[in-house]
Structure formats: C-alpha cells, structure tokens
C-alpha cells in the first residue's frame, strides 16, 4: 500500500462546481503539501502545512483553499473550478525532524470542462 | 525570490552516460534534491545534497557547488527504463519549502 494515498485519482468535473481531492498518509509526517504540475511548467506549490490546522499561501493559492484537520489528512478544494485548473495534483509530505526528503502521492488528475 | 534552471529535453544512446545541469539562485540554501518522475507517475526521490562534492549511488551521482549554485546528477550506463523527467529542487534557507525546476525530459535509444 502506498505512503501517500490520494483520491480521486482522475476526475472529469464542469465549470463553476466544487472539488475536493483528499490526501491521507501513513508515514506520520507533519509537513504536508499540495502541488500542480503542468506540462513545461514543472510542479507549482499551492499551500503547505507544517501540522495540524497550520496553513500557508504557496505560489499559486489562487482559486484554491485547504485543509488540515488531523495530522494524516490534507485536503484541497476549487470552491468554483475553471478550466485552467486542469492539471495533475501532487500531495507532498515530509518529516522534520528526521530528514528533508519529500515522498510524494500518486497523484491526482483534474479535467475540468 | 528562487530561480532554477534545467535543460528542457536531453537525449542520449542506451548504453552511454549523461549529465543533467541545473543552476539556482536562491535566498539562502538547505540542499538540492534530484527526483526522477516518469510520464503521468509521482515523483522519486534519487538523491540529496546539502554539502559540496558528489555522492555517488549506484548508476546515478549528483555533485554540488554551492558556490556557483550548480549541481548536475550524472546517469552511467544508460537503460531504455532511464527515459523519465528528472527534476531540480532547492530548499531554500529559512523555508525549507522546496521550489522545482521546470524539469529536463531524458529519452534514452537504442
């Protein structure tokens, strides 16, 4: 089993409705990341937690929001998608106290037309 | 703010080495990963230097100079399961918030 769970690991949703895609470790990390990766762009941080109920604005929070109710869980959520928000999603998470390595999900695609 | 700079596409002959450069410019530093990222697949992590000089793992290696805020990962003996994105991160000083390159695309032939 994966680390680092995502779902949904594809969705296809319309302008102007609600998303949530949930991220869920097993590694007992406190840091936790959302990014965007599109293609020539690379991967584009959204917000980043360094524990539980601490959020923080990335490079590109716009559109976005987030939430971190239990230390394993990371949410993120369009309240209103656009198509410019079709990319792939990455939940990041890493432990601070033991290393700086990232270990990343599987990722999320997001289609929205 | 941080600036990081990777070729955009390599390619190289199945059997042969290769290296992949990345420049930085960042507000402090608290080391560089190298992660190898295949078509539509998370991420992996290959390596990590926070000190000057090369770490050598296997087939792959990665060197940094913190003074000229370089690094390259070398990639001996080439396979065809090679051909993947590699990508430049630096952790910032402070942050420890890990920015990205826009990444290089290896294609490994025969």
Redesign the interface.
Known sequence: DADVTQTPRNRITKTGKRIMLECSQTKGHDRM?W?RQDP??????IY?SFDVKDINK?EISDGYSVSRQAQAKFSLSLESAIPNQTA?Y?CAT?D?RSG????????S?LTVV | GQNIDQP?EMTATEGAIVQINCTYQTSGF??L?WYQQHA??????LS?N?LDGLEEKGRFSSFLSRSKGYSYLLLKELQMKDSASY?C?V?PGGS????????TSLIVHP
């Open positions: 990341y990014y020539g762009l690379g991967l584009r941080l980043y990335g792939l990455f890493r601070s700086n390595t990232i270990y990343f999900g599987e990722g695609w | 955009t608290n080391g990963f539509g697949e998370a991420p992996t992590f990590y926070v990508l991160a952790m420890y918030i890990p920015t990205f390159g826009r990444g």
